[in-house]
């Protein structure tokens, strides 16, 4: 069972990081269409999320089950302000080792969010002994997430170029890793 986190905003208010539910699919898909304008830093844009919200039930039960995948929401006032999913291998060769992604409403950019986000993660991670290596891709030109990924132990593994296409823009993207 992984323990909710919790963060206080300058605000005073109380954001709390823990797993989804099965319950959670409608508000989930609400949030990642919303999401998806705000900015072109994730892999996804608008119009690229289309799934049903009994598929996404689906999926957040077969996540729930599973000791190498996990999905979080961070919540202010029961509203879904942030993410993060994290996958491992299927296969005994790959189990150990997953890759995560995150969002963050922009509102709340540069609150913590992230931060709280993966370290609960990688608490998870540390706790369950299956996963020994977390990777991630982030835009080469995302500075602002590089710093954290590297405030919270990751190192720069290599570039994968051409990795996005943006407005017809190809974008480079930075592989990360952790071991754990």
């Known amino acids: 069972m992984l323990p909710a986190n919790r963060l206080c905003l ?4 109380e954001v709390v990081v823990r797993r989804t539910v099965e319950d959670d699919a409608e508000a989930l898909i609400r949030y990642v269409n919303d999401v998806a304008g705000e900015t072109d830093n994730l892999t996804f844009g608008v119009g690229d999320f289309d799934i049903s919200v009994d598929r996404e039930k689906e999926i957040l039960v077969e996540t729930l089950k599973s000791d190498n995948r996990l999905f979080l929401v961070a919540e ?9 999913t ?6 005994s060769r790959t189990a150990h080792v997953g890759e995560f992604g995150m969002t963050v409403r922009q509102e709340y950019w540069g609150r913590g969010i992230g931060t709280l986000l993966v370290q609960t993660m990688l608490g ?3 706790a369950g002994g299956k996963v ?7 835009r080469t030109d995302n500075q602002r997430a590089i710093r954290l990924y590297e405030k919270m132990g990751f190192r720069r593994e290599g570039v994968h170029t051409r990795d996005l296409l943006i407005h017809g823009q190809f ?4 592989a990360m890793g952790l071991e754990i």
Do not use: H, Q
């Open 132 to 138: 020994r290596k977390v990777n991630l891709r982030v």
């Open 124 to 126: 998870w991670a540390r």
């Open 86 to 91: 994290f996958s491992g291998g299927r296969s």
């Open 76 to 84: 202010l006032r029961e509203r879904i302000i942030g993410t993060l």
């Open 10 to 13: 300058a605000s005073g208010e």
């Open 171 to 174: 974008v480079a993207c930075l």
